[in-house]
Each structure stands twice: as structure tokens, then as C-alpha cells.
């Protein structure tokens, strides 16, 4: 039965003439077989798979047929009508669907016009495969080329399935901005007549979210019912998720509400969207009553809603909380997975517990869960900075010995371990062994690198590390220039530094808070005090993130302290307190110092420092006063009764006075 299979499809093939090809070149599958009314046979849709390269200058208008044509011309001479269509359609959506689906969009291109020439029938199907190829090879704009062609090239009406396809290409691959544009011109064209429908709305709505749109976002969400469109549970959840990430927590809570008036009924996705929102804020007394009305809609929490809340916790170092949480979700039988325990280890090391998420990661091994690299490098650097390097170096190998992939997260918090441990020799070895392996060291490795050489006083050897950076183009970024600043004016080198700074603003990397505060100090410690004033006039004019922090600020007080400016001293005072910068001990100390070594007669500085915790308090900074207050506590200045009274006023409950004064009395002693 076999060989006579055989024959039948061999003489099948010498009728339509096909093209023969060694068998280890193409692969001929029969995959649809048609019978008409008289059970006759009607006709062979067959698909080929050529691992030849097809000859990109095949001139179909002419009527040539290269040997290596996506399809035969034989095949189709004088083809049989069905209809609307006729044999071999069939054969060119196959095509299509196989060159879309590996990426062979040459192919793709020229069976498209065969078919334009041909006057075949094109199916939106059809589209649809090629604009979800053109996602997968991350190539919107061809999405968009094709979708704008479907009318006028291929006769082929886009419907808004179609508009919903492309616009889903383009938002997966990012273009948010292109996205918006898309969808403006076509709903927007009166010849195209498409109407935006659910999906339509909520993919738009993602992507204003995405650029920070959220008002337009609204707007648009607000015109769906007008358009008679009914908002689902996507759309609200992703309207609040929007709302949450621009800090307009309460109208998405509001938004909760009015979902549940509309008969929209919320899913536990949008009751996680919430419960993220408030946790980042740290109002978990919201969050609680959230969890509850989740228990009343009958929406059980899943891992996702466990996991956030957990998170959540962890960010805000209430660990113990995070840690019951983490019984209670085991208790309500939802398993933790690798993502709840590497977040408890998480706020374990950031609380100093490396040990103790250590023996996490044991119990996590213990119920079956692969830990990865993320972990195994978060417990690592924990270790180093606790001082705890034999415990590091003993779980770094325990890493390697359990098949744990060495990547370069985990190699850079080796690196970054043994440069605090003061043994960048140790680390230079591990650096070698990372590049041998085929791990690609970054930014963050080499400046850990450069931090460690400079601390042990080897600049010469840091500068090193910096050109072996550049001579791999590793990106250079505002970090790794900060070290290199640092280390520089602390080693005294401060035309070196200088000559550093104008590279990093010449390649375009903005310097951040940290680079300006070394160079402030390196001109300060060089004598250039007016210089520094400059940069320090010059931080007052760049983004939030680059202003002037209280180290910036210390480093000029104790400047003019030095030069005995006290004026001018207390102007830069007033100025950092109009801007929101609180000072510390260290300001503290500075003024103090100047107060008593500056003045004649000398002061001790408690009317100075009892005026400064008065201002905070009128400022309605209450925990930097409260530092005041403890450090004048320390150094046994008393404040005026009205101001400690005010203090612990301002900043406990009735019940809670004696506790504050008590801790404040522990500290003075200890």
C-alpha cells in the first residue's frame, strides 16, 4: 500500500510538471485533499519547504520562472474557479502562514505580489499572521506599511481586527508615541471607517498610561460609552495602574467604586494594581481594608496579591510583618514560589540579616525551589557589607558547585564584595576569570573595581581599570565617572579630576548629586572655594535628582568655616533650609565649631541650634527637628522648655509622650 502511495503522488507530480529537487533539499507534504461532487479527484494543495535561497531578482510580470520561485507557474496554469476563488489560494495562504512564521519576509514579499498579480483573493486572516511576524521580528513599522497597503495594493478592506493587530505590534515593541499617532490618523480617516471598539480603547489607554498621559487617558476612557463602547475590567485596571504610578492613588481607589456601580466585576488583577499602589506609599491601614472588601467580592488573594503585599512590607523594612504574612498565605493553602522567598531575602539583607535570609534560602532549597542567580547574588553582597567575607566567598562557591548559572550580576557582587573587603588584587583575579567564562563585565564591576584600588590608595591602578573599560566599550555612565572624580580629588588630584569632568560632559552623561559633591570637595580641599560656589550655583539649576543634598552642603559650611566666612556660612544655611534640606549632625557639629573657635567671645551654640529646631517646626519639618533636638540632647545643650515642648507635641500621640522622652533619654546615655 505503501509504494503504491508512493507512485500515486509521483505521477501526480509529473502531471503538474513540478520542478524535481533532491530530496535532501525540499520536503513535499500533501496536506489538503479535495473531492468535487463526483468524488473525483480536484486537486493537490501542497507546501514546500526550500532550504534553498530564493532568487531575489525573479521577475514574475515577465512570466520567468527562476529555479528557485517560491511557487511553480505550472502548477496554477488555467486553474479551476470555486466562486470567489480558485485552485491554489489555499496553496498561498500555507505560503504566507510558513514564510510569516519563520521570519522570511523576502519570500513573504514576493508571494504577495504573485497573488496581486494573479487577482487572487486575500484574506484578512492572512494579514493577520503577517502583522503578528512583523511583531515577533520587532518590526512595526512594516506592521503599519502593510495595514496602510491592505485597501489600495491588495483590495483587501481592513477591519478593526486589523487596526487592533497593528496597534498591538507597535505597543508590544514600545513606540507608545507611534502607537498614539496610528491610531489618530486611522480612526480618524473617513475613508478607512473604523471604529475603535473594547480592545481598541484599551490598548490606546495603555499606552497614555505608559507616557505619563494619564489625564488624556481619562478623557478618552470617558468617551467609550459615548462611542458605545462599555468599559471591561482591563480597561479599569489599566486606567488605575496609570493613576497609581502618577501618585493619584485615591481616584483609582474611586475608580473601584464606580466599576462596581457600572456591573463591571473587578478581578484579582485590579484588586493587585490597587494593593501595589498603596503599598509603595506605605498606607497599609488602606491596604488592609482593601484585602477585606477583596474577601467580600469574593475575589480569593492569589500568589500575585501575597507577593505584593509582602514586597510591599519588605520596602518598608516591616519584615516581621512581611515574615507573618508570608504563614498566613501557606496557611491559606497558596504555595509561595521563588519570587515571595527572594523578596524576604531581599528584606532580610537590606535589614542586616544576611544569615538569616541565608537559612531562607536554605528552607527554600529544602521544599524544591531552584534559586538563581538573583538571589544567590542579593545574599552575596549582604554578606560582604556586613563584613561577613568567608560566609560570601563560602556561598559563592556553594553557587557554582549547584549548577547555579554564573552571570554577571553574580560575578559583579563578588567583585564589589572583595573591594570592600579591601582585596581588589583578589577581585582583579575574579575579573579575569568572569571574562574567561564569557561574562561580560559592566559598568557596575568596573566601578566597584576602580572604589576598591582607590580606597587602598592605588589611583594608579584605578586609572587603569578605567582604560581597560574604555578599551572594551563598556558604557560609561554617571556612576562610574562619580568614582573616578571621587577617588581623584581625595587623592588630591584635582586637574586630573577636572580633566575627567569636562570628558563627562563632553560624551553627554549628566553629573549626578554624588560627581558634583566630590568635585565641589576636591576644589574646597584645593583652596578654590569660589570655584565650588560656582558648581554649587550650577546644581541649583539642574533636575530634582542633581540638586544639592546635605553632604554638598556640609562640605561648603565646613569650607567657609575654614576661611571664617560665617556669613556667608548662614546664608547658604537659609538657603538649604528654603529648599528642603534638612541639616544633620554634621551640620550640627560644623557650626557649633565655628560658633566657638570663629567668635569672641565664643558661644556654645545651644540659642543657635534652639532657633534652628524652631524654624523646622514652623516649616512643619518635624524629624529634622526632632535630630536637632537629640543632638543638642548629646552635647548637653538644653533646649528652652516652649521648643521641647513643642517637639514632642509635634511629634507623638498623648500616649506615646513618655515612650519619646524615654528613648530620648536612652540615647543621651548610651
Request: with cysteine.
Amino acid at each position: 500500500m505503501l509504494t503504491t502511495f508512493l507512485e500515486l503522488i509521483t505521477v501526480r507530480f509529473s502531471e503538474y510538471s513540478m520542478p524535481k529537487c533532491p530530496l535532501h533539499n525540499t520536503n513535499v507534504s500533501i496536506f489538503k485533499i479535495l473531492n468535487n461532487k463526483n468524488n473525483n479527484l480536484y486537486y493537490y494543495s501542497m507546501r514546500f519547504h526550500s532550504s534553498r535561497t530564493l532568487n531575489q531578482n525573479n521577475d514574475l510580470e515577465n512570466g520567468s520562472e527562476p529555479e528557485s520561485s517560491p511557487i511553480s507557474d505550472k502548477i496554477f496554469s488555467s486553474p479551476p474557479k470555486m466562486g470567489s476563488f480558485k485552485v491554489g489560494d489555499s496553496t498561498f495562504y500555507s505560503l504566507i502562514e510558513n514564510y510569516a512564521y519563520s521570519g522570511d519576509f523576502n519570500s513573504l514579499e514576493k508571494v504577495l505580489n504573485r497573488m496581486r498579480l494573479e487577482n487572487r483573493v486575500f484574506s484578512e486572516k492572512s494579514f493577520f499572521v503577517m502583522f503578528k511576524a512583523y511583531g515577533k521580528a520587532h518590526l512595526p513599522n512594516k506592521a503599519i506599511e502593510l495595514f496602510y497597503r491592505m485597501s489600495f495594493e491588495f483590495y483587501c478592506k481592513p477591519t478593526v481586527k486589523s487596526f487592533n493587530s497593528v496597534l498591538n505590534v507597535i505597543i508590544q515593541a514600545g513606540f507608545h508615541d507611534r502607537a498614539l499617532e496610528f491610531y489618530n490618523h486611522v480612526v480618524g480617516a473617513k475613508d478607512m471607517n473604523i471604529l475603535p471598539n473594547v480592545l481598541s480603547f484599551n490598548l490606546i489607554i495603555k499606552s497614555m498610561c505608559k507616557l505619563g498621559l494619564v489625564d488624556n487617558a481619562i478623557e478618552l476612557f470617558r468617551e467609550m460609552p459615548v462611542r458605545k463602547c462599555v468599559p471591561d475590567a482591563y480597561t479599569y485596571c489599566t486606567l488605575m495602574d496609570g493613576l497609581c504610578k502618577v501618585d493619584r492613588i485615591d481616584e483609582a481607589v474611586s475608580l473601584l467604586d464606580e466599576m462596581q456601580i457600572e456591573g463591571c466585576f473587578p478581578s484579582p488583577a485590579t484588586f493587585n494594581v490597587l494593593i501595589n499602589g498603596l503599598c509603595k506609599k506605605g498606607d497599609f491601614t488602606r491596604v488592609t481594608k482593601l484585602v477585606d472588601n477583596m474577601f467580600l467580592k469574593g475575589c480569593v488573594p492569589n500568589e500575585v496579591t501575597y507577593n505584593t503585599l509582602i514586597h510591599g512590607l519588605c520596602l518598608k523594612g516591616k519584615l516581621d510583618k512581611a515574615l507573618s504574612l508570608l504563614d498566613r498565605m501557606v496557611s491559606s493553602k497558596c504555595v509561595p514560589n521563588e519570587v515571595t522567598y527572594g523578596t524576604i531575602i531581599n528584606g532580610l539583607v537590606k535589614q542586616g540579616r544576611a544569615l538569616d535570609g541565608a537559612r531562607v534560602l536554605v528552607l527554600m532549597e529544602e521544599r524544591g525551589y531552584l534559586v538563581n542567580e538573583y538571589v544567590y547574588s542579593v545574599l552575596v553582597s549582604g554578606l560582604f557589607k556586613e563584613g561577613k567575607s568567608e560566609e560570601a566567598m563560602r556561598l559563592f562557591k556553594e553557587s557554582m558547585d549547584k549548577g547555579c548559572k554564573l552571570n554577571t550580576v553574580l560575578y559583579s557582587a563578588l567583585v564589589d564584595g572583595l573591594c570592600r573587603d579591601r582585596k581588589p588584587d583578589e577581585a582583579m583575579k575574579i575579573l579575569s576569570e568572569m571574562t574567561d567564562k564569557g561574562c561580560a563585565p559592566n559598568a557596575f564591576t568596573f566601578s566597584s573595581l576602580m572604589k576598591g584600588f582607590f580606597e587602598v590608595g592605588n589611583s594608579h591602578k584605578a586609572i587603569e581599570v578605567w582604560k581597560d573599560m574604555t578599551k572594551i566599550n563598556c558604557a560609561e555612565n554617571e556612576v562610574c565617572y562619580s568614582v573616578l572624580i571621587h577617588g581623584l580629588c581625595k587623592d588630591g588630584k584635582v586637574m586630573e579630576a577636572m580633566m575627567v569632568w569636562a570628558k563627562m560632559l563632553a560624551t553627554g552623561c549628566r553629573p549626578d548629586v554624588v560627581a558634583y559633591s566630590s568635585m565641589i570637595q576636591g576644589l574646597c580641599d584645593a583652596g578654590s572655594v569660589e570655584e565650588a560656589l560656582k558648581l554649587y550655583n550650577e546644581m541649583l539649576c539642574l533636575e530634582p535628582d542633581s540638586q544639592p543634598d546635605v553632604i554638598t552642603y556640609n562640605i561648603l559650611f565646613n569650607a567657609l568655616c575654614k576661611q571664617s566666612s560665617i556669613s556667608r556660612a548662614v546664608d547658604l544655611l537659609n538657603s538649604m533650609l528654603d529648599r528642603g534640606c534638612d541639616p544633620d549632625l554634621v551640620t550640627c557639629n560644623i557650626f557649633l565649631r565655628m560658633l566657638r573657635e570663629k567668635l569672641d567671645p565664643p558661644q556654645d551654640g545651644a540659642k543657635f541650634l534652639d532657633e534652628l529646631v524652631v524654624r523646622l517646626l514652623k516649616r512643619q519639618r518635624n524629624l529634622g527637628a526632632s535630630k536637632i533636638v537629640e543632638v543638642m540632647l548629646q552635647k548637653f545643650l538644653s533646649p528652652k522648655a516652649s521648643t521641647w515642648a513643642r517637639v514632642v507635641h509635634e511629634l507623638c500621640q498623648p500616649k506615646k509622650i513618655q515612650a519619646v522622652i524615654d528613648k530620648c533619654w536612652s540615647k543621651l546615655y548610651c
